[in-house]
């Protein structure tokens, strides 16, 4: 059982920056690497979205195209976390946030490929 928890919305304005964090419990040291951790967003009124993921093991990590180039996935497993840099930041990027973990081999952009969910964070960007 693993337990995520995000951290680090707030509200921004266009252009800034932010970094999210998801936190794992129940799963530790090489453990934590065993799992994939992918990214989702959710607007009012729209289906949740994937964001970007981070593979587990390698690492190596996947990106929504509307985020490509401007929100950068990375893993501490030291530290049992996992980061979401976004950068450049949009009014459209305006969502809950939530992080998802599988220990799948592959990238997985379907929220249904996930096993475990943070209660997600919050961010806004204002024009």
């Known amino acids: 059982q693993v337990q995520l928890v995000e951290s680090g919305g707030g509200l921004v304005q266009a252009g800034g920056s932010l970094r999210l964090s998801c936190a794992a419990s129940?799963?530790?040291?090489?453990?934590?690497?065993?799992?994939?951790i992918g990214w989702f967003r959710q607007a009012p009124g729209k289906e949740r979205e994937f964001v970007g993921t981070?593979?587990?093991?390698?690492?190596?990590?996947y990106y929504a195209d509307s985020v490509k180039g401007r929100f950068t996935i990375s893993r501490d497993n030291a530290k049992n976390t996992v980061y979401l840099q976004m950068n450049s930041l949009q009014p459209e990027d305006t969502a809950v946030y939530y992080c998802?973990?599988?220990?799948?081999?592959?990238?997985?952009?379907?929220?249904?490929?996930?096993?475990?969910w943070g209660q997600g964070t919050q961010v806004t960007i204002s024009s």
């Open positions: 998802a973990a599988n220990k799948a081999f592959v990238p997985n952009t379907r929220p249904q490929s996930y096993d475990y």
């Open positions: 129940g799963a530790t040291g090489p453990t934590f690497s065993s799992y994939g």
């Open positions: 981070i593979v587990r093991g390698g690492g190596s990590t």
